[in-house]
């Protein structure tokens, strides 16, 4: 059974850091790509940030290039979110899917259940 399961949630002041984790069991790890996406209250899920495991390449939404990383442990099958000089636009569930690529919602095919971020002024 596909399993994607997101970590490290919690509520921090404006200008903190965060890392979330998503853990991947029951499929290939390496053969798709794992996006992270976030919903804030009343608004669409929107990408965040996706990293091609295959070759490692990642890819940003602007909102949060400069303050994002994500990385990948291919040998623990788990991909991490670094959040840096979080803002309080950043509150949001955050979710973490394994699909085709990208920033956009239809491109993935499994998804987790998303761990909350607050980020207080």
């Known amino acids: 059974e596909v399993q994607l399961v997101e970590s490290g949630g919690g509520l921090v002041q404006a200008g903190g850091s965060l890392r979330l984790s998503c853990a991947a069991s029951g499929f290939t790890f390496d053969d798709y790509a794992i996006g992270w996406f976030r919903q804030g209250p009343g608004k669409e899920r929107v990408g965040v940030s996706c990293i091609i495991n295959s070759d490692g390449s990642t890819y940003y939404a602007d909102s949060v290039k400069g303050r994002f990383t994500i990385s990948s442990d291919n040998a623990k099958n788990t991909v991490y979110l670094q959040m840096n000089s979080l803002k309080p636009e950043d509150t949001a569930v955050y979710y973490c899917?394994?699909?085709?690529?990208?920033?956009?919602?239809?491109?993935?095919?499994?998804w987790g259940q998303g761990t909350q971020v607050t980020v207080s002024s």
């Open positions: 899917a394994a699909g085709g690529g990208g920033l956009t919602p239809p491109e993935y095919d499994y």
